[in-house]
């Protein structure tokens, strides 16, 4: 039996003595090999019960019940298919009442102390003598039916608008050691202690189902109660890469339940929109402000642009550089050289900080709706709202994503449309030469014409055709001008 709820199994290649693969094994589970032993491919290692969570002793010993009450703490529940009666723990009205089990060793002292979470069915009896291993309490695990995929679908929206679930559970921040706290109006304290000495305090209410015992280690992200974690707890204790895979998933687990198959990359794209904004934390000596938040390749442009760079501390008696300017190297050291060369006092200066940040998890309606371009977000939702932003901040949309360009018609920057290829030209050199040649038979020229169409104001100096017929216009418009002085020089 495992009384362990960190414990492993890895599988190693007996010849090479590497790491095959590692699997977890859930707490309360029955192995069926010891340490060591050589498996093959469809061994049964272990096996536990899918439809109830289970909390075993690590000690063997007596049991005694502390605050274990009929009609107060518990109620009596008869088994229809078995018949067995069991205590099934119930919330107390009084809070002072917390219902818990002792393990006592033969010379009398507790060695163990294990509490009874509200709606575990307790299958041992007070005083009764029990070996390490032994089932205490049995606790119903809750499953969601879904008739069809529509079932599923609120939490899909749940997960992609990175929302809070209603029953959250409590995650540990840190790797430690439990220890239980006192009971503070209505809720329980645990206090997770890391090897390092540093300790994180949570409130576990008494009607949630408490997940861990006293002594239990700990990894970051165990959760210590019941409940669904939520995204934004794995962002901050996991880190970016654990989130990404915890949403798809979960949203592929719904859509699995009714056989359907979605490759990953689908849910990948719309998980990378939701992560592609920082939060600044420190500016630093860009032109962030604290707490903005910015898209990520701003973020790394602003850094890259001052990275490097010197930040001006005492501009001493240069004319040509303030306090407080960011300038380059190369720049502040032809300063520093002229300032020496006239005897004056030179620049000081210090290296200039980069923005540092979080990463950070948005729903899909928020994140779209913070796109750089106007157009993009305007289409999809809150259209007057973006539009009067964007007319007040007097915004331009360069049209550098997808949607505004197909809103716009023009090619999308994708696959071939990219805009790194705009400038190539695929052919041999005699193509390349034959296009030069025409670019060179587009000559200026004058012509007064009505500003539209063909008539407009930037036509003015351009004509297209060959040399040929630039010469004889030329040649039309000297005669034009030769009889307009000559019919001047009659009249007078």
Not at 395 to 418: Q, R, S
Request: proline content about 3%.
């Amino acid at each position: 039996m495992v009384v362990s709820r960190l414990a492993e199994i890895r599988f190693v290649d007996p010849h090479t003595n590497i790491v095959l693969s590692t699997l977890n094994v859930p707490y309360g589970s029955s192995l069926y090999f010891k340490g060591g032993s050589v498996v093959k491919k469809g061994d049964i290692i272990a096996r536990w019960d899918p439809f109830n969570a289970v909390i075993v002793t690590e000690y063997a010993g007596k049991l005694k019940f502390r605050d274990v009450i009929d009609g107060v703490t518990f109620h009596s529940e008869t088994d229809d298919t078995t018949g067995l009666t069991e205590k099934s723990i119930t919330e107390s009205k009084d809070k002072s009442k917390v219902p818990t089990c002792d393990i006592i060793d033969e010379s009398g002292e507790v060695v163990g102390t294990y509490n009874f979470p509200v709606g575990g069915h307790v299958v041992v009896e007070d005083g009764q003598v029990v070996k390490t291993g032994a089932t205490l309490v049995k606790i119903p695990r809750t499953v969601g039916k879904a008739g069809d995929i529509t079932g599923g679908l609120p939490r899909v929206t749940e997960l992609f608008e990175a929302r809070n679930p209603s029953n959250p559970a409590v995650v540990s921040e840190i790797d430690g050691e439990v220890t239980m706290g006192k009971v503070k109006r209505g809720n329980r304290e645990i206090i997770v202690t890391s090897k390092t000495g540093e300790q994180r305090k949570y409130l576990v209410s008494l009607s949630k189902q408490i997940l861990v015992q006293e002594h239990d280690a700990v990894r970051a992200g165990t959760p210590l109660s019941d409940g669904v974690i939520t995204p934004n707890d794995i962002l901050a204790i996991k880190g970016p890469t654990a989130v990404q895979e915890y949403i798809v998933n979960e949203v592929q687990d719904v859509y699995r339940l009714q056989g359907v198959k979605i490759n990953d990359k689908h849910f990948e794209i719309i998980v990378r929109q939701m992560m592609r904004k920082v939060q600044i934390n420190d500016p630093g000596d860009t032109t962030f402000l604290e707490q903005e938040i910015v898209d990520k390749l701003d973020f790394a442009e602003e850094n890259d642009r001052i990275w490097g760079k010197k930040v001006v501390v005492d501009a001493g008696d240069s004319e040509t550089l303030k306090a407080g300017q960011i300038v380059t190297a190369r720049k502040l050291r032809d300063e520093n050289s002229t300032l020496k060369r006239r005897d004056l006092r030179t620049v000081q200066v210090r290296d200039a900080v980069p923005a540092t940040s979080t990463q950070i998890l948005q729903g899909i309606t928020r994140a779209a709706l913070q796109t750089k371009s106007f157009m993009s977000a305007a289409s999809f939702q809150e259209t007057t709202k973006v539009l009067n932003e964007a007319a007040i901040r007097g915004k331009v949309d360069y049209l550098e994503g997808m949607k505004e360009n197909v809103i716009c018609g023009h090619l999308i920057p994708a696959g071939t449309g990219l805009r790194e290829f705009d400038k190539i030209i695929v052919g041999s050199k005699e193509d390349y030469d034959r296009m030069q040649a025409n670019r060179k038979n587009v000559i200026d020229y004058s012509e007064h014409l009505i500003p539209a169409g063909t008539g407009l104001r930037e036509f003015d100096k351009i004509i297209v055709g060959s040399k040929e017929d630039y010469d004889r216009m030329q040649a039309n418009r000297k005669n034009v001008i030769d009889y307009s002085e000559k019919e001047k020089a009659e009249a007078e």
